[in-house]
């Protein structure tokens, strides 16, 4: 949140030089406040495990937000009962005239996949087209933001020889964002990807920046300079048991999946994880919930204006 000071402080030069965000008395006075409204386009098999990863993080705000769950109407999950889905969740036809401050779009296990051949990859094209005049900003979580890169950036995917598993650290490229305001140099991030994006790709696009880097996993988060969109290619919101329980299933079904890295207590899988990146997960959102609320517009109508 902003703080509010007189327009004459004489600190005033110095806290907009720190980027600390103001807002002066008079405007203060003026400032109509708004729930802000937020989809969250959930991919994942286990989607009552997901609403609960995101809405925990987005939940630790201080402003109200209104939360939308949503899902594809051409591709009916396995593993949520029909009824649920159609109680909870909402699709395109259903929010087609309505508008949001952002969208969230989840990972999804379709990574190997060319996009093209995802099932339901038509209509996920028809909602990131759709959100550009309906949402005001786009926030993309592993594939979601990868889809997101390839679709709006053109920045395509590449396979990896194996599964790329653990918790790996990443290095704040960007120390201005304001996203990335309280992060240390390096802080960690679980990675769950048999795919990647290529440094060299994402860096050679002038509308994109690397917000975070990790020598062993690659380009972590990723902004679009132009709109405010974010990609973030790992998994801030896991939580503790996430990875032991794909690592468990994966033993279970005869795979040869490799123990996660630096994420078992001693590398002993019958220990149990530490969920040592969750206070990075709190401020990430909380960042990008303050940067949307500082720019999102009051009447969300407007956004049906935009070319």
Not at 27 to 41: E, T, Y
Not at 210 to 227: F, I
Not at 283 to 298: E, G, V
């Amino acid at each position: 949140m902003p703080i509010k000071i007189q327009h004459d402080l004489p600190a005033r030069a110095v806290l907009e030089e720190e980027n600390v965000d103001l807002i002066f008395s008079d405007a203060a006075m003026q400032q109509d406040i708004r729930p802000l409204k937020l989809i969250l386009l959930n991919l994942m098999p286990k989607k009552k495990e997901t609403e609960i990863q995101f809405a925990r993080l987005l939940g630790n705000s201080p402003l109200q937000l209104e939360l939308t769950l949503m899902t594809t109407a051409s591709y009916t999950p396995r593993n949520t009962e029909p009824g649920y889905l159609r109680r909870y969740y909402r699709s395109l036809d259903d929010i087609k005239d309505e508008f949001f401050d952002a969208i969230i779009i989840t990972g999804a296990p379709v990574e190997i996949m060319p996009f093209d051949e995802v099932n339901y990859w038509p209509e996920l094209v028809e909602i990131m087209n759709w959100s550009k005049t309906h949402c005001f900003r786009r926030l993309g979580i592993c594939w979601g933001a990868q889809a997101l890169l390839n679709h709006l950036h053109g920045i395509p995917k590449h396979g990896l020889d194996a599964k790329r598993f653990g918790v790996f650290n990443h290095e704040v490229t960007e120390n201005t964002s304001r996203l990335m305001k309280g992060f240390t140099d390096n802080f960690p991030m679980p990675v769950s990807r048999h795919t990647f994006n290529d440094r060299k790709e994402i860096v050679a696009c002038d509308a994109l920046e690397l917000l975070a880097d990790s020598a062993v996993a690659g380009p972590g988060m990723v902004r679009d300079k132009n709109n405010g969109d974010i990609f973030i290619l790992n998994h801030l919101e896991y939580d503790a048991e996430t990875l032991a329980a794909e690592y468990h299933r994966d033993a279970a079904e005869g795979l040869s999946t490799a123990l996660p890295e630096h994420y078992f207590p001693d590398d002993d899988p019958t220990k149990t994880p530490v969920n040592f990146w969750r206070p990075f997960a709190y401020l990430f959102m909380a960042n990008w919930i303050h940067d949307l609320y500082q720019a999102t517009p009051f009447e969300l109508e407007t956004l049906g204006q935009r070319s």
